[in-house]
């Protein structure tokens, strides 16, 4: 398994923080704010682990996910899904749809770390 | 309510204003004079056959004895009854509780209407919640932004050395956030505390609240008649401004403006003496008039001292207009019976619909009702079809013919067995008459 995690989330200083996070626990971290782009970048870029925004300017973190889980090539690829709306519905609805996790804001730096590290087998 | 406006209560007054004795009354009448003595105190339930003999005695009818018995009150604590759940309340006594303790039943209706009108606005504060589009959105934006915050102070603070660069970022980043946080908070205390003010949602129906303020009108709205003086009818507009909800504002404003195009039709001087000419037939009228049938419907219910009520619904039927008349309860929330022949006109449009009714009560009472209904196609021809019935209700106590049995509304309604009936009925009353 890499190292790469691709973040797609549209709040700059989260996007931020992450990258921050990851990188100094060695990860390579790529970044993407644009929920209609997602799709065609993770064929491109192969991400190892990808961290999805629930609520995506362009396209829904939902659809995306959905997309994700129809191709062959993409079923298994761990995501792991950010939410502001609470517990209830999202993540029912994000279990539903086949996320690997799924994570409420406001989320602490170490549960991310450790959702990453999980998803990706480390 | 007063004592006098049970049947017991009745039953003395007229015994009295007779000048006869106890005793006498109740040989005559086939029952001991003890009976009779705790049936004047509403103490006991008359049984229709008593109060048939009683009439008789005293040289009345029984609906004229009865008469007030199947009021609102006793019809709102009927419906309190019905949704009691585990609770079994003695609904045969409920005479018995009004005459006896008249505040306590009032302060119970009272409370059961309040209990109404709070689990409907508490439907529509959880309805706004889960769909308020900018709530919605505007807890997503701090939630995020506390998010971002918490990441971020967490960086600064666990991280033991940190680039300069990017610590000079993080603290940028901060102070911006902190900055949107609070703008984000005042914005929706804002917008929470505004929506408090303006909008009262569900306290009562929009319907509801207007039909009080057309009562506390008196059914009556000279001031749109045609020749009125204008300052009557801006104060007649004004007035209806003062309703709690925008809802009720916006129907009493549509409500108002039908009502001023109807009277401009069909002038209440000219209808009172067409209706003492040609009789209640709303067909005739608006023939006459050469004007609208449901507008003939909606004059009616404003003809001053008429005894009569109207029911107006839509093709849902789903009540839109309602002036109720006495002994011919209206269900106060959800659908009414079935079997009113305004249904019966509403399946089948421009037909009408004549019924003797017999209204379901202690007492049951008659009466006459008129029934049409008209395709409504504010749409053209692109559509859609909508449709309005009406009903005229009128007193027909003491009308010979077959009558048609009806009642308010299943839950409250007493008839064991019907045809009709889509829930069972809460009343003991119709287990024991079964």
Wanted: one cysteine or more; hydrophobic letters at 45%; glycine letters at 8%.
């Amino acid at each position: 398994m890499g190292n790469h995690v691709l973040v797609i989330e549209d709040e700059p200083n989260i996007v931020e923080a992450i990258r921050f996070i990851l990188m100094r626990d060695g990860w390579d971290v790529s970044t993407l704010s644009d929920g209609g782009l997602a799709e065609d970048t993770i064929r491109a870029r192969r991400p190892d682990v990808v961290i999805l925004d629930v609520m995506l300017p362009g396209r829904s973190g939902f659809e995306i996910l959905a997309a994700l889980r129809a191709d062959a090539e993409t079923q298994t690829l761990p995501v792991l899904m950010l939410t502001a709306k609470g517990q209830g519905r999202d993540r029912a609805e994000a279990e539903r749809m086949g996320a690997s996790q799924f994570m409420a804001k406001p989320f602490s730096n170490a549960e991310i770390l450790a959702s990453v590290r999980a998803l990706a087998g480390v | 309510m007063p004592r006098l406006a049970l049947t017991g209560g009745r039953v003395r007054e007229r015994r009295l204003a007779l000048g006869q004795r106890q005793a006498d009354v109740a040989r005559a009448a086939g029952i001991s004079a003890s009976y009779l003595n705790l049936i004047e105190h509403n103490r006991r339930r008359i049984s229709p056959e008593v109060l048939a003999r009683l009439a008789d005695v005293l040289g009345t009818d029984s609906a004229a004895l009865a008469q007030g018995s199947e009021g609102i009150l006793a019809m709102d604590l009927r419906d309190a009854a019905a949704g009691a759940g585990g609770a079994r309340p003695e609904v045969e006594r409920i005479e018995d509780l009004i005459g006896r303790f008249p505040g306590w039943a009032e302060l119970l209706a009272g409370q059961h209407r309040r209990l109404g009108r709070m689990e409907r606005s508490v439907a529509a504060l959880s309805d706004r919640m889960a769909h308020d589009p900018h709530l919605s959105a505007a807890l997503h934006e701090l939630l995020s932004v506390v998010s971002a915050v918490r990441s971020t102070a967490a960086i600064l603070a666990e991280t033991e050395e940190i680039d300069p660069v990017w610590r000079a970022r993080f603290h940028a980043n901060l102070h911006a956030d902190a900055e949107r946080l609070a703008t984000g908070a005042e914005a929706l205390v804002a917008y929470l505390d505004e929506s408090g003010d303006t909008e009262e949602p569900g306290i009562a129906a929009p319907q509801e609240e207007l039909e009080a303020w057309l009562v506390g009108q008196n059914w009556t709205l000279a001031a749109l008649e045609p020749g009125a003086a204008p300052e009557a009818r801006s104060a007649l507009l004004a007035g209806s401004g003062g309703l709690a909800s925008g809802a009720a504002r916006q129907l009493a404003r549509d409500w108002l403006a039908q009502a001023a195009s109807d009277a401009a039709a069909i002038p209440m001087v000219d209808l009172i003496p067409a209706v003492a000419r040609t009789g209640l037939d709303p067909v005739l009228l608006a023939r006459q008039f050469g004007a609208d049938v449901m507008a003939v419907f909606r004059r009616l219910a404003l003809m001053p001292g008429g005894t009569l009520g109207v029911v107006i619904c839509d093709a849902s039927g789903t009540m839109i207009f309602r002036k109720p008349l006495d002994g011919f309860p209206l269900p106060r929330f959800g659908a009414a019976c079935p079997l009113w022949p305004l249904y019966t006109a509403l399946g089948r449009p421009m037909s009408p619909v004549q019924a003797l009714v017999e209204m379901s009560g202690r007492t049951p009472r008659r009466f006459r009702t008129l029934a049409f209904c008209r395709p409504r196609l504010t749409g053209g021809f692109a559509g859609p079809q909508m449709a309005e019935a009406a009903m005229l209700i009128l007193p027909a106590d003491g009308v010979p013919g077959e009558t048609l049995a009806v009642g308010t509304s299943c839950r409250i309604c007493p008839r064991p067995a019907c045809a009709a009936r889509r829930e069972p009925s809460l009343l003991s009353e119709s287990q024991t008459a079964a």
